[in-house]
T-cell receptor, first 115, second 116 residues
């Protein structure tokens, strides 16, 4: 079974530029998550989708971050414009149904550096 | 507030020995789940083990076991017979539904180094 796919793996941009990350979850997984992991910290949830609807985006900085889940499968996370403090690893995860004991499986992440 | 605390920023263990990574949590949810993930230098988060708050027995998965003490709100990870490939960051995480909205909350992590 293929795991969660993410691209690109690395991205370097100047501040105020825009950037987009792509995620393809495990086949059949209804729930998709985007996390931000700043160096030295645990991941922090940015947004959670159930199929193509948003369940939780309370920690998403909506003035600059946006995300969508096309047809309930692939997802894109965008930052526009980027700030220096956005430098982090962006992790995508998916799970079967989003239940309490439901295990989240993570992709390899995209390491973003904002100069 | 919902919170996970990992008090050991770094740990060393000799190969083939057992090691315990500490995790304490705080939640007002009655029903919740506890997870441990491993993050090697490659960056991917690898699921290790799960413990439900109503599970009476401690979870085990191969060389990993979870020492769950509900009254003390602790969920320590025990790795038996450490291997060089166990060197990585380890994160404890919790998920509750009624007060957390299903959000998975992570601790700060513990960096484990296995010495040959």
């Amino acid at each position: 079974e293929a795991g969660v796919a993410q691209s690109p793996r690395y991205k370097i941009i100047e501040k105020r530029q825009s950037v987009a990350f792509w995620c393809n979850p495990i086949s059949g997984h209804a729930t998709l998550y985007w996390y931000q992991q700043i160096l030295g910290q645990g991941p922090k949830l940015l947004i959670q989708f159930q199929n193509n609807g948003v369940v939780d985006d309370s920690q998403l900085p909506k003035d600059r971050f946006s995300a969508e889940r096309l047809k309930g499968v692939d997802s894109t996370l965008k930052i526009q414009p980027a700030k220096l403090e956005d430098s982090a690893v962006y992790l995508c995860a998916s799970s079967l149904y989003g239940g309490e004991s439901d295990t989240q499986y993570f992709g390899p992440g995209t390491r973003l550096t904002v100069l | 507030a919902q919170k996970i605390t990992q008090t050991q920023p770094g740990m060393f263990v000799q190969e083939k020995e057992a090691v315990t990574l500490d995790c304490t949590y705080d939640t007002s949810d009655q029903s919740y789940g506890l997870f441990w993930y491993k993050q090697p230098s490659s960056g991917e988060m690898i699921f290790l083990i799960y413990q439900g708050s109503y599970d009476e027995q401690n979870a085990t998965e191969g060389r990993y076991s979870l020492n769950f003490q509900k009254a003390r709100k602790s969920a320590n990870l025990v790795i038996s017979a450490s291997q060089l490939g166990d060197s990585a960051m380890y994160f404890c995480a919790m998920r509750g539904f009624y007060n957390q909205g299903g959000k998975l909350i992570f601790g700060q992590g513990t960096e484990l180094s296995v010495k040959p």
